[in-house]
T-cell receptor
Framework: DAKTTQPTSMDCAEGRAANLPCNHS???????VYWYRQIHSQGPQYIIH???NNETNEMASLIITEDRKSSTLILPHATLRDTAVYYC???????????????FGGGTRLMVKP | EAGVVQSPRYKIIEKKQPVAFWCNPI?????LYWYRQNLGQGPELLIR????????DSQLPKDRFSAERLKGVDSTLKIQPAELGDSAVYLC??????????FGPGTRLTVL
């Protein structure tokens, strides 16, 4: 699996957009970019995933560069409840491929401040 | 839709004692995972089940850890005997469309 690099921590003002970067320069053509987050004392929560096109859902937007070597998770209007550790994970999406285990790195600790 | 249920949420035991964690996955999810998360780190996979079959337990310390998933639904993870280094959060996750996984709240184990 391709490795990912994320900043250790970031701050964001409440109500502003939070832009969380992730580098995955060794990503393969069949690997997706997944984002999960973990709020304190809770289990990780799936946010969004994408292959090459930008994706948007009710939680966030995912922007993947054209060369797919990096991506940005965007929380358009961050709230205090978005304070969490955000994990960027690169993984193939075949069910038969090693169970599609998720390998979590250290993630980015996002602090949303009033 | 009910999420992944885990119990207990917290457990404090003395070293060398046994301990067990229980997980009820989301209905219809055939794949079940157990992870361990040490303080300040991301979760690490211990074992994965496809229905009742353990298909990946390479990271499970088999000398003291065991797991089962009878009837392919609920699962239990056991440690016997527990050591100080086993203190961590034990997370259960389930999936119907890997690798999108849904996690439970976890069990925080403290070994004294």
């Amino acid at each position: 699996d391709a490795k990912t690099t994320q900043p250790t921590s970031m701050d964001c003002a409440e109500g502003r957009a939070a832009n969380l970067p992730c580098n995955h320069s060794t990503i393969s053509g069949n690997e997706y970019v997944y984002w999960y987050r973990q709020i304190h004392s809770q289990g990780p929560q799936y946010i969004i995933h994408g292959l090459k096109n930008n994706e948007t859902n009710e939680m966030a937007s995912l922007i993947i560069t054209e060369d797919r070597k990096s991506s940005t998770l965007i929380l358009p209007h961050a709230t205090l409840r978005d304070t969490a550790v955000y994990y960027c994970i690169v993984r193939v999406a075949w069910k038969a491929h090693a169970g599609n285990m998720l390998t979590f790195g250290g993630g980015t600790r996002l602090m949303v401040k009033p | 839709e009910a999420g992944v249920v885990q119990s207990p949420r917290y457990k404090i035991i003395e070293k060398k004692q046994p301990v067990a964690f229980w997980c009820n996955p989301i209905s219809g999810h055939n794949t079940l995972y157990w992870y361990r998360q040490n303080l300040g780190q991301g979760p690490e996979l211990l074992i994965r089940y496809e229905n009742e079959e353990a298909v990946d337990d390479s990271q499970l310390p088999k000398d003291r850890f065991s797991a089962e998933r009878l009837k392919g639904v609920d699962s239990t993870l056991k440690i016997q005997p527990a050591e100080l280094g086993d203190s961590a959060v034990y997370l259960c996750a389930s999936s119907s469309s890997p690798p999108t996984q849904y996690f439970g709240p976890g069990t925080r184990l403290t070994v004294l």
